[in-house]
Nanobody, 128 residues
């Protein structure tokens, strides 16, 4: 069974940084777009950032634009989310998800129901 492995969360002070990692050892990774979602207590899951299978297209929610950077290394079957200038409002469980689009695609999605593979989630807490 294919699973994604999300890691890198933790407790950080406001203004701090974390890098989340999403590993996909069982996938032909360069055929998949990746989206990072997050879900805070009492709130709906929201798409934070996306990267196409080619890596040529990225998307950021307005709330994280300029602070977060998504990237991928297809040779390592891994995607990353670098999070800088973290704010208490970023506190949530972060999930990575993969959607098969074919290699070299520029497609991405923010709709959770489109995704076949999900990581287990990693907790990010921003607090002083």
């Amino acid at each position: 069974e294919v699973q994604l492995q999300a890691s890198g969360g933790g407790l950080v002070q406001p203004g701090g940084s974390l890098r989340l990692t999403c590993s996909a050892p069982g996938l032909t990774f360069d055929e998949y777009a990746v989206t990072w979602f997050r879900q805070a207590p009492g709130k709906e899951r929201e798409g934070v950032s996306c990267i196409s299978s080619s890596g040529g297209v990225t998307y950021y929610a307005n709330s994280v634009k300029g602070r977060f950077t998504i990237s991928r290394d297809n040779a390592k079957n891994t995607a990353y989310l670098q999070m800088n200038s973290l704010e208490p409002g970023d506190t949530a469980i972060y999930y990575c998800a993969a959607l098969q689009t074919g290699s070299g695609s520029y497609y991405y999605s923010l709709e959770p129901t489109n995704f076949e593979y999900w990581g287990q989630g990693t907790q990010v807490t921003v607090s002083s």
